[in-house]
């Protein structure tokens, strides 16, 4: 089993920049890629970042690409979300999640940290 501990939201002005983390208690977290997800007020839970198991590889959405920035640390078992110039529309309860090398779908999910944007 896989706990995932999200850290880092809270309220910051338009154009301001929050760093999320998630803690994982897990022995292998080298072994799962790691993604960061979102869903704001009234919407579905949206794709925002993912990470390779070893960090080379760097994925996102277009809606955050440019501004939000994903890595890892896998001595930390600690996956990082930067974000940087938010907007108003960047507020949700962002997830982060793991996906086991031989998953197809994400297997385990944190609790969520509110992040709101002010204009």
């Known amino acids: 089993q896989v706990q995932l501990v999200e850290s880092g939201g809270g309220l910051v002005q338009a154009g301001g920049s929050l760093r999320l983390s998630c803690a994982a208690s897990?022995?292998?977290?080298?072994?799962?890629?790691m993604g960061w997800f979102r869903q704001a007020p009234g919407k579905e839970r949206e794709y925002v970042s993912h990470?390779?198991?070893?960090?080379?590889?760097?994925y996102y959405a277009d809606s955050v690409k440019g501004r939000f920035t994903i890595s890892r640390d896998n001595a930390k078992n600690t996956v990082y979300l930067q974000m940087n110039s938010l907007k108003p529309e960047d507020t949700a309860v962002y997830y982060c999640?793991?996906?086991?090398?031989?998953?197809?779908?994400?297997?385990?999910w944190g609790q969520g940290t509110q992040v709101t944007v002010s204009s």
């Open positions: 999640a793991a996906k086991f090398i031989t998953s197809l779908e994400y297997n385990y």
């Open positions: 897990v022995r292998t977290f080298s072994s799962y890629t």
């Open positions: 990470i390779s198991r070893g960090g080379s590889g760097t």
